[in-house]
């Protein structure tokens, strides 16, 4: 359980100090779930539900975080992820001040303000918990793939196919996976992590057993000892093949171009993750037809950007709807129509800047970047019918776009005129059987 105490403090007639006094007092059980949160994060989890249920007192007084701990730093850190990021991101706008904790005046404040010295000892338990990647690369005659399994601490398996669209080894396929691998695990949250591929050149390169006399090989080996220092623990281990078959199957159906399995994700990748030297010498056999398929490809697409960009920098200034928010929340411009002028005074008090940033406040308190029409349009575009888009209704695309943390006024309209003009979605639509008049 979680609690935290709303004190005033102010002066009093025949008090020579200012004087403390209890207002409200909120507590919550937590969840199994949020049990699992660092002290760290359940303390800034007791400011944000704090903050949400007491939002008028928030915002109409300066409030000061009285802990020993230093949340400060951490909502304005730039190296926040996951929860703490976005909670850090709903907390900055308020102007909360933390400052360490020193005399404990209010007995009401000592009651509840323990700083749960008891949960120190749980954590050292979920410390050992730790996951299991299997990794593997496949190369075949219609291209390479690389293929991985993830393994939770209690037994889930989410499993992910990368499909590689450049010239690589069989090696560099193994190189790949591991680098894939180890990229999806820092953004999973992960920790501590036991990799496990069946590759005896990987493992003894990046365990310094055995050497790099390839600068390829030497690339690929920096990258996965700089991804390392990511983690706090990490182990790479070498296994036999049968023991690595699912990882194997995934990379064999990702090489040789295979339907994506049920509950798999799958990911394409064009560009090497490492640069090295004389790459070009290297992929001087399979890259052969492509200087004669640049030419005509290559012309084309500066002269369409110049047609399409040329209004478009005479037409967004004018036209983005951001600029009057902006002038009005930097500067004070409201526009010369009175009805405008009063509508743009009641919208605005949903919007906030945030580093210079224009955010719009949503219904739920989350912040939400505002960003141009045009912009908004090509992000519906790629959700709609990009690599994983399932061209579904226009509100399910504007609700997936919100939720990612995204705002523009015309969205719904966006999306219906995406969907409108889609062929795929014009000619697979449900087809309506019913006449067009009674009989």
């Not at 802990?67 to 900055?92: C, I, N, Y």
């Not at 004018?318 to 526009?335: A, E, I």
């Not at 790629?382 to 006024?409: E, S």
């Given at each position: 359980?979680?609690s ?6 102010r002066?009093?007639?025949g008090h020579a100090?200012r004087v403390?006094r209890?207002v409200y007092f ?10 699992r ?7 800034l989890?007791t ?6 249920k007491l939002?008028?007192?928030f ?5 000061t ?9 951490v909502?304005?850190?730039?190296d926040?992820?996951?929860?703490t990021?976005k ?5 900055m706008?308020?102007?909360i001040s933390y400052?360490?904790r ?15 010295t008891?949960?120190?000892m749980?954590p ?14 496949s190369?075949?005659k219609?291209?390479a793939g690389?293929?991985?399994v ?5 037994g ?9 669209h450049?010239p690589?080894?069989?090696n560099?396929?193994?190189?790949e996976?591991l680098i894939n691998g180890l990229?999806i ?5 992960i920790?501590?992590l036991?990799?496990r591929g ?9 365990m310094?057993?055995?050497g790099c ?6 690339a690929?080996?920096?990258?996965v ?9 990490l182990?790479?281990?070498h296994?036999p093949?049968?023991l690595n078959?699912?990882a ?12 994506v ?5 799958a ?14 010498q290297a992929?001087d056999g399979p ?6 398929a640049d ?14 960009e ?5 037409s967004?200034p ?11 929340l930097?500067h004070?411009?409201?526009p010369t129509?009175?009805?405008e002028?009063r509508?743009l005074?009641r ?5 906030v ?5 224009l955010?719009?406040r949503?219904h739920?308190?989350i912040?939400?970047?505002c ?5 908004g349009?090509?992000l519906l575009?790629d959700i709609?019918?990009?690599a994983?888009?399932h061209?579904?209704?226009?509100r399910?695309?504007v609700?997936?776009?919100f939720?990612q943390g995204?705002?523009w006024?015309?969205?719904v ?6 969907v409108?003009?889609?062929?795929g979605c014009q ?13």
């Amino acid at each position: 359980m979680v609690s935290s105490a709303l004190i005033v403090e102010r002066e009093e007639e025949g008090h020579a100090f200012r004087v403390q006094r209890p207002v409200y007092f909120i507590s919550e059980v937590l969840s199994d779930s949020k049990t699992r949160y660092s002290q760290i994060q359940k303390l800034l989890y007791t400011v944000l539900i704090t903050k949400r249920k007491l939002r008028h007192y928030f915002e109409s007084h300066p409030v000061t975080v009285v802990t020993s701990f230093p949340l400060g730093e951490v909502v304005r850190s730039h190296d926040a992820t996951g929860r703490t990021a976005k909670w850090a991101l709903e907390l900055m706008d308020q102007g909360i001040s933390y400052v360490p904790r020193t005399a404990i005046k209010s007995q009401a404040l000592a009651d509840f303000i323990a700083e749960w010295t008891e949960v120190q000892m749980p954590p050292a338990a979920v410390d050992q918990e730790y996951w299991i990647m299997y990794f593997d690369g496949s190369l075949m005659k219609k291209g390479a793939g690389a293929g991985l399994v993830f393994v939770s601490p209690l037994g889930v398996h989410m499993r992910y196919m990368v499909r590689l669209h450049f010239p690589s080894s069989n090696n560099t396929a193994e190189y790949e996976a591991l680098i894939n691998g180890l990229r999806i695990a820092i953004e999973l949250g992960i920790r501590r992590l036991d990799v496990r591929g069946d590759s005896q050149l990987v493992v003894n390169q990046v365990m310094k057993e055995s050497g790099c006399h390839d600068t390829k090989m030497e690339a690929y080996c920096q990258e996965v000892r700089r991804l390392e220092d990511k983690f706090d623990g990490l182990e790479l281990n070498h296994i036999p093949r049968r023991l690595n078959e699912a990882a194997d199957t995934l990379a064999k159906a990702a090489s040789s171009r295979e339907p994506v399995p049920t509950g798999v994700f799958a990911s394409d990748q064009h560009k090497p993750s490492v640069r090295y030297a004389g790459s070009e010498q290297a992929d001087d056999g399979p890259s052969s037809p492509t200087p004669k398929a640049d030419p005509p490809t290559v012309p084309p697409d500066p002269e369409v950007m110049e047609l399409e960009e040329d209004p478009a920098m005479e037409s967004d200034p004018p036209n983005d709807w951001r600029t009057l928010y902006l002038d009005y929340l930097l500067h004070d411009v409201l526009p010369t129509d009175k009805t405008e002028a009063r509508r743009l005074t009641r919208r605005a008090k949903s919007f906030v800047l945030v580093e210079g940033e224009l955010y719009k406040r949503s219904h739920i308190g989350i912040l939400q970047l505002c960003i141009p029409g045009e912009q908004g349009k090509l992000l519906l575009s790629d959700i709609h019918g990009g690599a994983c888009g399932h061209h579904a209704a226009p509100r399910t695309l504007v609700g997936n776009a919100f939720r990612q943390g995204f705002y523009w006024p015309t969205a719904v309209a966006d999306a219906e005129q995406i969907v409108r003009t889609c062929e795929g979605c014009q000619y697979y639509a449900r087809q309506t059987h019913l006449l067009a008049q009674a009989l």
